[in-house]
């Protein structure tokens, strides 16, 4: 009986090849270099933004010279005293943290029973279509989403034309704060639903049976289980869903008609409309000193920890 020699794929040379050719380039001995290589693109980043932001530090302690437009060679903190002086910015700030909050809550109040019912249904085609529903929107640009709302919410769109069915006259569902709240939200939503469905996936489903076996009414089991065991997704999607409403621009700018301006529709008019870069550049360094400290006061309240990033350290 004949012996069949088994062939030896050429792919498997081809990748011979070149894996010899990787021990040539990159020795053995420089395996330890490995997650530092890999971490480069990313220390890359930081290093680039950490410039943009010397830089923009640098602009904001030169004030504009209005007799030729060009900012003055003299530093000052004279930016940073007109933006903290004048009652318009910290309408504008409160406006916009105040709004983020608001926007916040909501989003996880809606987002975390749809991920919950994303999660624990039982049924594929539902799931299914709750992940299209989701997963929808970000085909959508947000500029043509804002836009969307002021088809269906102007004076001539489908909620008034709805209001006159019923006999009410047409309102004013445009232009004004509410109006900015609900197009944030609207489109705040898929990202808090995206970090709580993964919070909710690894709570086991055993440990809610054992609750109910225990005599626990879905109510307890929910405040008791289910809401605690969440806490990382839930602190998550706060931070995300805070931290980009609070630098949201399009929504202000379009579902607000230029009279709800948030910080960064502050910082575009000061940048492009009064081509004054060292106000701007203020803005934009309040804006993050803002932003850095609402988190810093989260991580105080709940820990880092509760991220899932270990352990904190007292």
């Known amino acids: 009986m004949r012996s069949h020699r088994t062939a030896y794929p050429f792919r498997w040379r081809v990748m011979d090849t070149l894996e010899s050719l990787a021990r040539v380039l990159w020795p053995s001995r420089f395996s330890g270099a490995v997650p530092y290589l890999m971490l480069a693109p990313a220390v890359l980043l930081v290093l680039l933004l950490v410039i943009g932001m010397v830089q923009i530090a640098d602009s904001s302690l030169h004030v504009l010279d209005r007799s030729t437009f060009l900012p003055s060679p003299d530093y000052t903190l004279s930016n940073y005293q007109t933006a903290l002086g004048q009652p318009l910015y910290w309408m504008i700030i409160w406006r916009s943290l105040f709004g983020a909050a608001v926007v916040t809550l909501l989003s996880l109040v809606f987002a975390f029973p749809y991920s919950y019912l994303m999660v624990r249904t039982p049924s594929a ?3 299914k279509i709750l992940l299209i529903a989701l997963f929808l929107p970000f085909f959508i640009g947000q500029v043509v ?6 088809i269906i919410l102007g004076n001539q769109g489908v909620m008034n034309e709805m209001l006159g069915w019923v006999g009410v006259e047409p309102q004013r569902l445009l232009f004004n704060y509410p109006a900015v709240l609900f197009g944030l939200v609207q489109y ?11 919070a909710i996936t690894a709570i086991p ?9 225990l005599g626990a009414n879905w109510w307890r089991t929910f405040t008791h289980v289910i809401l605690p065991m969440s806490k990382p997704g839930l602190v998550g999607a706060g931070l995300v869903v805070l931290t980009l409403s609070l630098t949201d621009f399009a929504m202000p700018a379009v579902l607000g008609g ?4 948030f910080i960064a529709n502050a910082i575009y008019d000061q940048f492009f409309r009064t081509s004054d870069q060292g106000m701007g550049a203020a803005l934009t360094l309040l804006l993050v000193g803002i932003g850095s400290l609402v988190v810093g006061v989260i991580f105080t309240i709940f820990g880092a920890g509760t991220l899932a990033m270990g352990r904190d350290k007292k």
């Open 125 to 127: 085609l539902l799931r």
């Open 258 to 261: 230029g009279s709800q301006d």
């Open 145 to 150: 989403r804002a836009y969307g709302w002021l």
């Open 188 to 198: 705040m939503l898929p990202f808090a639903v995206l970090m709580l469905a993964p």
């Open 205 to 213: 489903e055993e440990i809610e049976a054992a609750a109910s076996s």
